[in-house]
């Protein structure tokens, strides 16, 4: 595997695992993690346990505050991008290869999940509304519709504002 592919499967692991935290997932995330990142250290297994329950409670206490909550994530993701880089760097050809594969088969689990459990949450105010995930607003009939987007870019290709329907 080059090293452009060890990045983006560390990456994508680091954010898989920190969406595992608080799903149905974890524990089986927790330890296959810990055990396949120690390669049979067991001092290094047990480290890596702690550090994976730190994870999991420093998300959980967040709960209840969404802008703690994205900003801890942020940080876990990187800092579990980095261990597993490191992992996928020290191992040798079948024990990196089997993390491999886990990494792929655990970002596709939570891919399962869905937006939310992904870190995809969303939040309104009094009057408005939330949604992690496509939103189409629509006019029929002569009616009106409006919609606004408060975060990321504009779309590469928006399209013209007017009336739908017949």
Same mark, same amino acid.
């Given at each position: 595997m080059d090293l452009e592919a060890l990045a983006a499967l560390a990456t994508a692991g680091g954010a898989a695992l920190v969406a595992a935290a608080g799903t149905d997932l974890w524990e089986a995330v927790r330890s296959r993690i810990a055990r396949l990142t120690s390669r049979g250290d067991g001092d290094v297994e047990r480290v890596t346990l702690q550090r994976l329950d730190r994870t999991a409670a420093e998300l959980e206490s967040n709960d209840t505050?969404?802008? @703690?909550?994205? &900003?801890?994530r942020g940080r876990l993701e990187n800092e579990w991008t980095v261990r597993l880089s490191d992992a996928l760097d020290a191992a040798d050809g079948p024990q990196r290869n089997e993390l491999a594969d886990y990494l792929r088969e655990l970002a596709a689990a939570v891919a399962q999940l869905?937006?939310?459990? =992904?870190? /995809?949450?969303a939040t309104a105010g009094d009057g408005?509304? !939330?949604?992690?995930?496509?939103?189409?607003?629509? #006019?029929?009939? @002569? @009616?009106? #519709? !409006? /919609?606004? %987007?408060?975060? @990321? /870019?504009?779309? =590469?290709?928006?399209? &013209?504002? /007017? %009336?739908s329907g017949p």
């Open positions: 505050d969404s802008d @703690g909550v994205v &900003r801890s869905g937006p939310a459990a =992904a870190g /995809g949450t408005g509304f !939330a949604a992690a995930g496509d939103v189409t607003i629509r #006019a029929e009939h @002569g @009616g009106y #519709a !409006a /919609g606004v %987007q408060n975060f @990321g /870019g504009a779309p =590469a290709n928006p399209t &013209r504002p /007017g %009336q």
